[in-house]
């Protein structure tokens, strides 16, 4: 567990089933990273999301307000194998998706700062990945707050998405 100024961050659980479908579902959410999901998708993802910390010991946490406990969304480093070639796939990669609540009041740059510094607290700083949709601009500047620099383009999914690292 992870605990910010107005966080808690804690490793994804199967009782967040619900907070993220309701995420899942939202077209303004979703737009850029997939499309609405399913609840079949989603519990997919979740276990997915669970399975992380048990084969690296990291993954994707759940993200909710210190007060009050609202669902924010979902950040954290993992490995999805997205067959994107030796130069991404085996470092590790950030990932987040925030609520509609949550968007634009800094959760995300607050989160991800904190999923970073304890990640490299646990290991030896080293380069991470993240994929991001060029015109999802708030997710290319949160990237850039946490100073992932593009560096490639790939084909993912049927898009040309834009391929960000992190340097130590």
């Not at 480093?77 to 070639?85: I, K, S, W, Y």
């Not at 030796?86 to 987040?96: I, S």
């Not at 949550?102 to 646990?122: D, N, S």
């Amino acid at each position: 567990m992870i605990v910010t100024e107005r966080l808690i961050l804690s490793p994804c659980a199967l009782s967040d089933f619900d907070d993220c479908t309701a995420m899942r579902s939202d077209p303004k959410v979703m737009h850029f990273i997939g499309g609405t999901a399913a609840p079949e998708d989603t519990w997919i993802k979740l276990l997915r999301n669970i399975g992380h910390w048990t084969a690296f010991g990291y993954g994707l946490f759940s993200l909710r307000e210190k007060d009050g406990g609202r669902y924010l969304g979902e950040a954290g480093l993992a490995h999805f194998h997205r067959g994107l070639g030796d130069r991404f796939d085996p470092f590790p990669e950030g990932a987040w998706a925030l609520s509609g609540a949550a968007q634009g009041k800094g959760y995300g740059t607050e989160a991800l700062h904190a999923v970073h510094e304890w990640f490299f607290e646990r290991r030896d700083k080293g380069r991470t990945v993240c994929l991001i949709d060029a015109e999802n601009t708030p997710s290319v500047r949160l990237g850039e707050r946490l100073g992932y620099r593009p560096f490639d383009e790939a084909e993912y999914r049927g898009k040309v998405l834009t391929l960000f690292e992190r340097l130590p």
